[in-house]
């Protein structure tokens, strides 16, 4: 059974700073792309990183130069560093395995201008 689990939101002032992170189970983590994803009320939900099994990242241009996604093989959690961040980032963040159907509980992201 696949499991994802993020944590790591909050309330942050425009500017700050958060790091997400996303535990992963019943997968082969190393093998599987990754991506965080993240629905603001009244908006379809969007792709904002993603990062393949080797590495390889893409952001949305809406984060580019602000976000950083990473994973950790070892422990099988894929992360997202914020910076800059801005009230328009204000949304709940979902991790989910590239092409894959299951997603986690989300984690809330609040910026305050």
């Known amino acids: 059974q696949v499991k994802l689990v993020e944590s790591g939101g909050g309330l942050v002032q425009a500017g700050g700073s958060l790091r997400l992170s996303c535990a992963a189970s019943?997968?082969?983590?190393?093998?599987?792309?990754m991506g965080w994803y993240r629905q603001a009320p009244g908006k379809q939900r969007e792709l904002v990183a993603s990062?393949?099994?080797?590495?390889?990242?893409n952001y949305a241009d809406s984060v580019k130069g602000r976000f950083t996604i990473s994973r950790d093989n070892a422990r099988n959690t894929v992360y997202l560093q914020m910076n800059s961040l801005k009230p328009e980032d204000t949304a709940v963040y979902y991790c989910k395995v590239l092409g894959g159907v299951y997603w986690g509980q989300g984690t809330q992201v609040t910026v305050s201008s």
């Open positions: 019943g997968i082969v983590f190393s093998i599987n792309g």
């Open positions: 990062i393949t099994s080797g590495g390889r990242t």
